[in-house]
């Protein structure tokens, strides 16, 4: 099971993907739920600076693929293997809240062996970036769905991982903000970062560098 490149002419880089480094492997991964199996022998390569989509309907899987991939389940089958830093963006917004934006910065940033103050910084141009100004002193309880959403993208991309694997982020984004969500995504991508996003949005899949479709029964590539 495979995937194809879909990107167009005008989205690649300057290297072509065969050029680049391997950042994620995952290799015939299988997963079961009882006696349900989600996962059949999935494969998926992903190099540096590229962007690949992960599609299918409820229940096919994409959630469980990328915690795999993150390190957070084990495969019944199959291995992963990930050269460099993960950042993990989960569906829903994983954040506490009695801690401010500005303590989710610092307490994730200086996890990733940022100082105090380059964490603050670095979040709060993550957050620029998706239209968003951070006020000091609110709680991360009392922000809005989309906000908090906003709040687990900049947490996932603190740091510069290598890999970002982010799960339908962009839940509760009105329509500049998903457009800033992707304009972000290029760029990470031209920063040479590899990207993985679980989506329904299928008018963005022209964007990309290649999407693997998890629907049972369906040919696994899409251009």
């Known amino acids: 099971m495979g ?3 879909g990107a167009r002419e005008e989205f690649r880089g300057t290297a072509e993907p065969a050029d680049r480094k391997i950042v994620l492997h995952a290799r015939g991964i299988v997963k079961r ?20 989509a992960i599609v299918g309907g ?18 019944d089958k199959g291995r992963v293997t990930v050269s460099g830093s993960v ?7 994983g954040v506490m809240g009695f801690l401010t934006p500005g303590e989710h910065f610092t307490l994730f940033g200086t996890g990733r062996g940022l100082s105090r103050r380059e964490s603050d910084r670095r979040g709060r141009r993550l957050a620029g970036e ?11 309880k009392d922000l809005s ?3 908090r959403q906003k709040l687990n993208v900049v ?8 890999l970002l694997l982010l799960d339908e982020p962009y839940q509760g984004f009105d329509r500049g903000s998903y457009v800033d969500f992707w304009r972000s995504v290029w760029a ?6 590899a990207v993985v996003v679980v989506t329904h949005m299928l008018n963005r899949l022209d964007r990309v560098d290649q999407v693997l479709d998890l629907t049972p029964g369906k040919d696994r590539g899409i251009r």
């Not at 739920?33 to 690949?52: H, I, P, S």
């Not at 006020?135 to 991360?140: D, E, S, T, Y």
């Not at 947490?155 to 290598?162: I, Q, V």
């Open 3 to 5: 995937y194809s490149a």
């Open 33 to 52: 739920y009882r006696r349900r199996r989600v996962l059949t022998g999935v494969d998926l390569v992903v190099r540096a600076g590229e962007v690949a």
């Open 58 to 75: 409820n229940g096919a899987g994409k959630s469980t693929l990328l915690k795999i991939c993150a390190g957070l389940i084990s495969p």
């Open 87 to 93: 950042g993990y963006c989960p569906q829903n917004a």
């Open 130 to 140: 998706l239209d968003w100004s951070p006020a000091r002193g609110v709680l991360a």
């Open 145 to 147: 769905g989309g906000t």
């Open 155 to 162: 947490l996932s991309a603190l740091g510069d991982p290598d």
């Open 188 to 193: 990470w991508r031209e920063a040479g970062r």
